[in-house]
C-alpha cells in the first residue's frame, strides 16, 4: 500500500494542507471544554454576565474558526485524493498498454476493468479519509487524556482502563475483515466476467435459449457475493455499538465518580463538564478513527491487487528506440526455425516454422481451425515473442526495432472488426493521423467501402458507435481493412478479415488488392481457397507444422491437406481450372 504513495508527489501541498487544517481545527475544539468550564465555575456562580458573554464570544469565535480550518482541510484533502487517483488510474492504464497479449490473456480483461475502477476508487477513498484523519483522530484521543490528566489524574483512570477494550474492538474487526474485502474484489471480478460475456454474447445466448440457466449462474455469483459482503458488513457493525458502549460506560462511570469528588471539593462541576466533554471527543474520534481503520483496510485489499498489475513485467518489451536500417536485398519477411507456444498450453502452437517472403509478393495461409494461422501473423507486429527461432523484417530481427517503427511499417486487420467510437474519418486516420481525405477514399474504394460511406449524408464525419454496432459485420470489416491500407503500408496482414463478405464482394476486394498493392507485402490468412488461390506462394499449416508450401497448382499435385481443403470446399470443375 505505502508503495502507492508515490502517486502523491505532484500533490505535496495539499497533502499537507489537509491534515494540518483537521490539526488545528482539533486544537481548537479540544479548548471548547475549558472555555465552557470557566463559564460553570466562575462566570455563573458569581452572576457576571459580561464575563459570560465574552468566554460565549470566544466559543463562538473558536466554533468559526474551526469550520474555517475544517472546510480548508476537506478540500485539500479532497484535491490530493482526487489528483492520487487521477496519478494511479492513468499510470495503471499505462502500464496495462505496456503488457503483451499474453499477459493480458493470462491475467483477464475483466478483473484489469475491475482494478482500473473499483480498486483505484476504494484506494482513493482511503486516502481521503487518511489526510482527514490520520492526524486529527490521534491528536484528539492524545490531547484529550492530557487535558483529562491535568483536571484530574484519578478520574482519567477510567478512559486509560477502556482504551484497551476500545483497542482490541479495532483489531478483531480489521483482522477479521482485510481478507473478506480481498474475497469481496474477486467475486466482483467474477460478477465482471459474467455480465461481460452476457452482453457480447446476448445473441448466442437467446439464439439458444439459455437466458434462465446464465440468470442461474449470475443469480449464484450475486448471491455468493452477497454473503461475503453481508459477513464483512456484520464484523464491520460491531465496531461502533461496541465502542459507543464502552465509552458511554465510561461517561456513566466519569459522572458518578465525577459527583462523588465534586461532594468531597476535590474537583468543580465545571471540571466534570469538561471530563464528560473530552470523554465524548474522544468517543467521536475512536469512531472516526475505526472508520479510518476500515477505509485503510479496503484500501490495502484494493492496493495488493493493483500492485499486483504493476508487479507483472511484459513479457514482450521494446529493446531499443533506435530507427533500425534495413538490409539491403533482404526478404520483406523471414521465419527461422521458429517456435512458440502460449503461456500454460501443453503442446506448441507454432513448431519449427521456416520460410521467406520477398518484397511485393502475396501469401496465403490457410490450414484446419487451431492450425497456428493468427500466431503466425501475429509474430510479425511482434504481438508475441517466438520461443525459438528468429522473426525478420527487411533483414532485422523485430526484437532490433522499436515498436513504433515496426508497427509503423504494418497495416493489420484482425480476425475481429474493431472500430472506436467517433466518425469514419477519425477511424481512418489511426495508421496515419495527417491522413488526407484524398489518401481515406483511397483507402476505402480499395476496401469495397466507398460505396457505402458515399451514400450515407454524413460522409466521412458519419458517427460510428461503440464497437461500429450501427454497421454490418461486412462494412465493419471493409472499413477495417481500409484503416489498415491507409498510409500505404509496407506489409499488410489481412487476418481472415473477409469472412463477412459476400462472394463477390470478396473477389472485388481481392482483384483491387491486387491492384492498388503494388510493391506491398501482403499476408493474408483465410479459410476459404477461392481467398488466397491467386496468391503467389500459399503456406499450409497443419497442427502447427507447415504441412505444405508453393502455388495453387503445386500444392494440389504435392500436398494432401491442401488438396483435402480444396475438396471440401470446390468443385471438380473449379479444381481442374
Not at 164 to 184: E, F, N, S
Not at 267 to 274: D, P
Not at 277 to 297: C, G, V, Y
Request: overall charge positive.
Amino acid at each position: 500500500m505505502l508503495g502507492l504513495f508515490r502517486y502523491l508527489k505532484d500533490y505535496k501541498k495539499e497533502a499537507i494542507l489537509g491534515p494540518f487544517g483537521k490539526l488545528l481545527e482539533a486544537i481548537f475544539e479540544l479548548i471548547v471544554p475549558i472555555v465552557m468550564a470557566r463559564i460553570i465555575d466562575i462566570g455563573i456562580p458569581a452572576g457576571d454576565k459580561p464575563y459570560i458573554f465574552r468566554l460565549g464570544g470566544v466559543l463562538v469565535m473558536l466554533g468559526i474558526l474551526g469550520l474555517a480550518a475544517s472546510l480548508t482541510a476537506q478540500y485539500f484533502a479532497a484535491k490530493a485524493a482526487v489528483g492520487f487517483g487521477t496519478e494511479l488510474r492513468s499510470a495503471l492504464f499505462k502500464h496495462i498498454n505496456t503488457l503483451s497479449h499474453a499477459d493480458i490473456d493470462r491475467i483477464g480483461a475483466s478483473t484489469l476493468v475491475t482494478r482500473m475502477t473499483a480498486d483505484v476508487m476504494a484506494a482513493q477513498t482511503g486516502v481521503n479519509m487518511l489526510l482527514r484523519l490520520f492526524l486529527r483522530a490521534p491528536f484528539i484521543v492524545v490531547g484529550a487524556l492530557i487535558m483529562a490528566l491535568s483536571i484530574s489524574v484519578k478520574l482519567t483512570l477510567i478512559f486509560a482502563l477502556f482504551t484497551p477494550l476500545l483497542a482490541a474492538v479495532i483489531y478483531y474487526v480489521t483482522h477479521r475483515t482485510v481478507p473478506m474485502y480481498k474475497t469481496i474484489q474477486k467475486k466482483l471480478d467474477h460478477i465482471n466476467r459474467l455480465t461481460d460475456e452476457n452482453i457480447s454474447g446476448v445473441r448466442v445466448i437467446r439464439a439458444f435459449s439459455r437466458g434462465s440457466d446464465e440468470r442461474k449462474r449470475f443469480e449464484y455469483a450475486a448471491d455468493s457475493l452477497q454473503t461475503v459482503q453481508l459477513s464483512a458488513g456484520r464484523v464491520s457493525a460491531i465496531m461502533s455499538p461496541l465502542t459507543y458502549v464502552f465509552v458511554n460506560i465510561a461517561i456513566m462511570l466519569i459522572i458518578w465518580c465525577g459527583g462523588i469528588s465534586v461532594n468531597a471539593g476535590n474537583i468543580t462541576q465545571g471540571e466534570v463538564i469538561a471530563l464528560v466533554n473530552f470523554m465524548t471527543q474522544i468517543l467521536l474520534s475512536l469512531i472516526r478513527l475505526a472508520e479510518l481503520i476500515m477505509s485503510l483496510s479496503k484500501m490495502q485489499a484494493s492496493s495488493v491487487r493493483i500492485q499486483e498489475v504493476f508487479d507483472i513485467a511484459p513479457s514482450v518489451t521494446e529493446q531499443t528506440k533506435q530507427k533500425a536500417r534495413a538490409v539491403e536485398g533482404a526478404p520483406a519477411v523471414e521465419f527461422r526455425s521458429v517456435d512458440f507456444s502460449y503461456v500454460d498450453s501443453e503442446r506448441a502452437a507454432l513448431e519449427g516454422i521456416s520460410f521467406s517472403v520477398r518484397k511485393g509478393e502475396t501469401v496465403g495461409i490457410i490450414g484446419g481451425t487451431g492450425c497456428g494461422k493468427s500466431t503466425l501473423v501475429n509474430l510479425i507486429p511482434r504481438f508475441y515473442d517466438v520461443q525459438r527461432g528468429e522473426v525478420y523484417v527487411n533483414g532485422v530481427d523485430v526484437r532490433g526495432y522499436s515498436f513504433e517503427q515496426l508497427r509503423g511499417m504494418i497495416g493489420t486487420v484482425p480476425q475481429k472488426a474493431v472500430l472506436f467510437s467517433g466518425t469514419v474519418r477519425e477511424n481512418m486516420k489511426w495508421r496515419k493521423s495527417d491522413a488526407s481525405d484524398g489518401e481515406i477514399y483511397k483507402a476505402l474504394e480499395t476496401a469495397q467501402a466507398k460505396d457505402f460511406i458515399d451514400k450515407d449524408p454524413d460522409g466521412l464525419d458519419r458517427v460510428l458507435e461503440q464497437g461500429g454496432r450501427n454497421l454490418s459485420g461486412g462494412q465493419r470489416q471493409r472499413l477495417t481493412i481500409a484503416r489498415a491500407l491507409v498510409g500505404s503500408p509496407e506489409i499488410l496482414i489481412l487476418d481472415d478479415s473477409a469472412s463477412a463478405l459476400d462472394l463477390a464482394t470478396d473477389a472485388a476486394l481481392r482483384r483491387a488488392l491486387a491492384a492498388d498493392t503494388g510493391g506491398m507485402t501482403v499476408f493474408i490468412v483465410s479459410q476459404r481457397v477461392s481467398s488466397i488461390r491467386h496468391a503467389d506462394r500459399i503456406i499450409v499449416l497443419d497442427d502447427g507444422r507447415t504441412a505444405g508450401m508453393g502455388t495453387h497448382a503445386e500444392l494440389l499435385e504435392s500436398c494432401g491437406v491442401y488438396r483435402e481443403i480444396c475438396r471440401s470446399q470446390l468443385t471438380d470443375e473449379e479444381l481442374s481450372r
